[in-house]
């Protein structure tokens, strides 16, 4: 593997990055603190606890969830479509450099990103609320494998867009209603049965619901699921990252 490649993308990528850090350092540090404002001094006022965790605690795995995975999509599609648009992505297909080096130095790059903003979120949180993490290093780990496949998904809807407007259909449109409605701010105990059952049909359900099982040793669904879920996901995103390189789709053209 040429690794100087590698580094190559990840480094022009992060450069981009930092060149906002202060922004980028600074909005979720704001949207944290609103959230909680809302959610959990007028909410929380009204729900003392859920599943014997403090509301305030409760909607934090919810929270970085929905941070991240909206980051790593926008990110990583982005970086990917942004070359196309602009047509240097065709210098880097001409280079030697190979496709498995491409996915990973945008994706690594990418997943960065939504890590570092993830772990703000986190130490703000513990601004407002007492946070005791049952399993840090595991969660941690979650963190990043969920960074990672949706860097991954993101890269696929950058490839497959054909103008910016598609580029945040996904997103806007799928990824956070998903998100959403896949118990962020609540348990899926707190539904009827039947909305309980059709929730279990949203994928999301099963990520959040295993990183909010690594904070406080207990879920909407088991850790095992939560974990399959995850690995089907990767695969799935493996996959058709594989085709549209095999195939040139929205590539060669």
Not at 53 to 62: A, D, K, L, R, T
Not at 90 to 118: C, D, M, Q, R
Not at 234 to 244: E, K, R
Request: charge should be positive; aromatic fraction near 16%; include cysteine.
């Amino acid at each position: 593997m040429n690794h100087r490649a590698v580094m190559a993308i990840y480094a022009f990528e992060m450069k981009r990055f930092f060149r906002t850090l202060l922004q980028s350092f600074i909005s979720p540090v704001i949207s944290t603190s609103l959230y909680f404002v809302v959610f959990g001094a007028a909410i929380g006022s009204r729900i003392n606890q859920v599943e014997g965790v403090s509301y305030g605690s409760f909607i934090v795995p919810g929270l970085i969830m929905l941070t991240v995975m909206s980051q790593s999509v926008s990110t990583a599609s982005f970086s990917i479509y942004f070359p196309k648009f602009i047509g240097t992505i065709f210098e880097l297909l001409s280079a030697p450099v190979n496709y498995l080096e491409i996915v990973i130095g945008y994706v690594g790059a990418s997943a960065t990103k939504a890590l570092f903003v993830g772990l703000v979120i986190l130490v703000t949180s513990t601004f407002f609320v007492d946070l005791n993490i049952q399993y840090p290093i595991a969660m941690l780990a979650f963190l990043v494998l969920t960074c990672i496949s949706f860097s991954l998904f993101g890269f696929i809807i950058g490839i497959w867009a054909q103008n910016f407007e598609q580029l945040q259909l996904i997103p806007l449109l799928i990824i956070t209603p998903l998100v959403f409605l896949g118990g962020s701010f609540y348990s899926l105990s707190m539904l009827p049965p039947f909305w309980q059952s059709v929730s279990l049909f949203n994928p999301v359900v099963y990520l959040i619901s295993g990183f909010r099982w690594l904070f406080f040793g207990q879920g909407d669904v088991g850790l095992v699921w939560s974990l399959v879920a995850m690995s089907l996901f990767i695969a799935i995103c493996l996959g058709l990252v594989w085709l549209i390189f095999k195939t040139g789709y929205q590539i060669r053209n």
